[in-house]
């Protein structure tokens, strides 16, 4: 086992609901990255990473785990839940020696202040509220006082002090952490920042810069069904929608604007005058993500929870002392992944409770790929029974079924990026939709739902957000 002071550090960089298009290196057209291009330009780009519970709590309660939703229990959306969690990543790090912390959002696990083997959280509400009312005076709803959603498509610039918003905030506590740590061990040290997730309210700077650019559109596909009526009248809030003209443009360019925010911040943390010094930098891995995406528009739907690219594919870069540099590369990955890789970096074992592959291998310029075939995505009922969801990829091609009335959809992602053209009702494409149906029906059997009888997929079965072994959990006494 490697010696704790041997040992490196570990700079864990989450965004939430960035999708995984949104960076310059992934070619977008206006988008500004260079940051967090310069992570993945330095080490490895995975260009095929995946939420495989695209919403907040169950891909965090992945990723602190290394489990796969139907593991751990959670496969939708449930917020309050108490966990008895497996070991956790922070938790075998911090068994091994090493300081470990977190701030800006909490993991979104519960209760918020359970610590699931962080030494130090200094976090978002409750400590960015304070910070916010004592540095503040005015409405007494400080840092909300914007009136935007923290859920819908309205923008408007943030209307605080630049240093009050919640990304700059999150990059000052971790710069206040990496002065005051134990400097006698390694540390990790996760950075959690709310952006680009709503509310859609960057600093004035930012949202005007892509207010005046000429913005791309949403993707529509051939199978998309536009809300009625275009969804006017419709909460700002809803995951239907049909954004035009300022709108939309509005929408793209406050989500957009959040992003360079976070980016130019990071310059603020990783640059050798302003933050992390280049002697520790050496001896430190940078791996940056998100929990999901977002929809941005994408066949009429905004938010997260769907099984497409705008919501399920997510970025992941990772850069570090022994990291190939500027290695793109396009094996189907996950959240699971992080844990067992950054326990085997670190020389720690990896608990047998882990599901996750290692990236070491692929890392190091010892492999190119895994023994991986393909990922299972799912998302239980959320926004309404329609919704819910199953997918299988292997970056190439998608399959998905809805089992509220067992339609599906295949997609060639290769000539098809956007999902445009549902393959599943094309006759030269039924032997590819049998093959991804039987290896859909053979990840469910088993399962409590009753999804398969393990001959055929059976729709109208319940999808609920907790399986049987996660309902009983309750807060300790």
């Not at 490895?44 to 229990?73: D, E, N, W």
């Not at 359970?114 to 959280?121: N, P, S, T």
């Not at 709310?194 to 960057?202: E, R, S």
């Not at 993500?289 to 099984?307: A, I, N, Q, V």
């Amino acid at each position: 086992m490697t010696k704790t002071a041997d040992r490196p550090n570990f700079i864990l960089i989450m965004t939430d609901q960035q999708r995984g298009d949104c960076l310059s290196l992934a070619g977008h057209p206006v988008l500004l990255t260079p940051n967090m291009d310069s992570i993945g330009g330095q080490g490895v780009f995975f260009r095929k990473a995946y939420s495989t519970c695209p919403s907040c709590i169950p891909a965090r309660r992945s990723l602190m785990a290394g489990q796969f939703p139907a593991t751990h229990g959670m496969v939708g959306f449930r917020d309050n839940v108490h966990w008895e969690a497996p070991p956790t990543l922070p938790e075998v790090l911090r068994n091994a020696g090493y300081h470990t912390a977190i701030v800006g959002r909490n993991m979104h696990l519960y209760p918020r202040r359970r610590r699931y083997g962080f030494d130090e959280m200094v976090i978002h509400p409750t400590d960015y509220d304070r910070y916010v009312a004592d540095n503040q005076t005015g409405d007494r709803m400080g840092g909300m006082a914007h009136g935007i959603s923290g859920n819908g498509w309205t923008a408007r610039p943030w209307h605080l002090d630049e240093k009050l918003h919640l990304t700059t905030w999150t990059v000052t506590e971790a710069l206040r952490f990496l002065e005051r740590r134990d400097p006698a061990c390694p540390f990790f040290l996760t950075v959690s920042f709310n952006a680009p997730h709503p509310p859609l309210t960057p600093p004035a700077f930012y949202l005007d810069r892509y207010l005046r650019l000429d913005l791309p559109g949403p993707a529509i596909g051939d199978w998309a069904v536009a809300p009625p009526d275009r969804g006017l009248g419709s909460d700002v809030q809803s995951d239907h929608v049909d954004l035009r003209g300022e709108a939309l443009h509005a929408a793209r360019a406050g989500y957009y604007g959040l992003i360079n925010h976070v980016d130019d911040q990071l310059y603020r943390l990783l640059g050798a005058h302003t933050g992390l010094d280049p002697k520790t930098r050496r001896r430190t891995y940078i791996i940056f993500t998100t929990d999901h995406g977002e929809m941005l528009g994408d066949h009429y739907l905004f938010r997260k929870c769907y099984p497409y690219e705008g919501s399920a594919r997510i970025p992941l870069l990772i850069q570090g002392p022994e990291v190939k540099s500027g290695v793109v590369c396009d094996q189907v990955v996950c959240l699971e992944d992080i844990m067992p890789t950054v326990l085997d970096l670190a020389g720690c074992e990896i608990p047998a409770t882990a599901e996750g592959r290692s990236l070491a291998p692929i890392l190091r310029g010892e492999a190119k790929t895994l023994d991986r075939t393909f990922l299972h995505g799912e998302h239980a009922t959320c926004y309404s029974y329609t919704q819910a969801n199953h997918y299988l990829t292997d970056g190439r091609e998608k399959y998905v079924w809805f089992p509220s009335n067992g339609a599906e959809q295949l997609f060639d992602l290769t000539a098809d990026p956007c999902e445009l053209c549902n393959l599943a009702v094309v006759p030269a494409w039924r032997e590819r939709l049998m093959l991804w149906r039987a290896r859909l029906i053979d990840r469910l059997a088993g399962r409590p739902e009753g999804f398969t009888d393990g001959a055929r997929l059976i729709p109208e079965r319940p999808h609920t957000a907790l399986l049987p072994h996660a309902r009983g959990a309750s807060p300790p006494g």
